[in-house]
């Protein structure tokens, strides 16, 4: 039977996507399809454009760029796999680069095969007769790791724990099997056992990134902010496009004090991910720390144009705007803020920072009272209460309530 015909018997009423960001590779390979007499083909440049034609068609068979704009192709590959309608759905990976770790990652990722850019038809034609072949008698392995994700979903750890033994016995050195293991021990609360797994499983497959994802996420529940710094540094590696990662990496460095460090990741961060208000609140917050005040109401404000209702943003750049003595218009800030949480005794004791700079006492005094309300353990609240009680005039209204209290 020839390419053309298997391809058109696998397919069915389904459609071939092609994702691929250059014109002159989508132009080859629509050619190379059409050579093969495959007419239900959809190409697009972009990650977004895939999901849409996703969301809108009955896709069979994917292909895809390595480096791809928003996400590489292997991560796009693992949010599909995801979805039930395509957990098995084949998935060509083309890449530029002559990488042994990537075709070991990629295997490991659900990925059916890669092909080394440039190509030529007959090695596009090669990797198709491979992948379709796998379809008709798929791996024995594969299939086991498969059902043991399956069980997982469904958290039955034992069930999917024998399956991953069974994929050791036939392959000692699987990544992915190892981490199955670890990712049931973590289920189960045996937190050093799942670490062993873990390190285990990248220690096989120095490019397997789920490993370094579930090391990384133990180190962030226990607040480890050396250990979240080497996971996200591996992982920025693997993943260079990602901004979570470097994000991790600037706000573990600023919690301990590296601010050079925290500030070249922030920057990253943003470089990433223009649109990510968090990269830049975190630049503002870090700007807070170094007394560099005009700088961080900049990068706070850059925040707060894409999250226009986030509480911290408004009150760090209130903070900002009194440091730089623009009082007024801190207080607005924390006004701002308030109108969105009324409660936070957060914003409610800055705002009486900067009521009681500006001299308005009473209105200072009732933030502070409003702040402990809020949080009865602030002892800062409760102490500045005291300080402006004496201040008071006698006969004023605040001057009763505090005495009352």
Not at 328 to 341: M, P, S, T, V
Not at 369 to 393: C, G, M, V, Y
Request: glycine fraction near 6%; include cysteine; charged fraction near 25%.
């Amino acid at each position: 039977m020839t390419l053309a015909r298997e391809l058109f018997d696998f397919l069915g009423e389904r459609y071939i996507l092609v994702i691929e960001p250059r014109m002159n590779f989508r132009v080859t390979i629509q050619g190379f399809l059409t050579r093969l007499k495959c007419s239900k083909v959809k190409l697009v440049g972009s990650v977004e454009e895939a999901r849409q034609e996703i969301r809108s068609k009955k896709i069979g068979f994917i292909i895809a760029e390595w480096l791809l704009p928003e996400k590489n192709g292997l991560e796009f590959c693992r949010e599909l796999r995801k979805d039930p309608r395509h957990k098995t759905t084949p998935y060509l990976l083309m890449t530029t680069e002559n990488l042994k770790g990537d075709i070991v990652l990629a295997s490991e990722g659900g990925i059916s095969a890669c092909l080394l850019k440039p190509f030529s038809f007959q090695d596009f034609c090669d990797q198709l007769r491979v992948i379709l072949a796998g379809e008709k008698n798929p791996s024995h392995i594969q299939s086991l790791l498969e059902r043991a994700e399956s069980y997982i979903e469904k958290k039955e750890y034992w069930v999917a724990d024998a399956l991953f033994c069974e994929v050791l016995t036939l392959k000692p050195s699987s990544a992915r099997a190892i981490c199955g293991v670890g990712r049931i021990e973590l289920a189960n609360q045996n937190l050093d056992k799942a670490i062993v797994c873990f390190k285990q499983a990248v220690a096989n497959n120095p490019e397997y990134i789920d490993g370094y994802r579930q090391l990384l996420k133990i180190s962030t529940e226990k607040n480890d902010h050396e250990g979240i710094i080497q996971g996200a540094t591996i992982l920025h590696r693997l993943s260079p496009e990602n901004p979570k990662y470097p994000l991790l990496i600037a706000a573990s460095q600023m919690e301990l004090g590296r601010y050079s460090a925290a500030e070249e990741f922030f920057k990253i961060t943003v470089n990433l991910s223009p649109s990510l208000a968090s990269g830049y609140r975190g630049l503002g917050n870090l700007y807070l720390r170094t007394k560099e005040f005009v700088k961080a109401s900049i990068n706070l404000e850059k925040a707060l144009d894409i999250e226009t209702s986030d509480v911290s943003t408004l009150n760090s750049l209130g903070t900002a705007y009194v440091r730089q003595n623009l009082i007024d218009k801190g207080i607005e800030r924390y006004r701002l803020a308030l109108n969105i949480n009324a409660q936070d005794p957060r914003v409610l004791f800055n705002l009486g920072l900067a009521l009681e700079a500006k001299g308005r006492l009473a209105e200072a005094f009732e933030a502070f009272h409003k702040a402990l309300t809020s949080d009865p353990d602030f002892q800062k609240a409760h102490r500045k209460l005291n300080e402006i009680k004496n201040k008071l005039p006698p006969s004023s209204f605040a001057h009763k309530l505090a005495t009352a209290l």
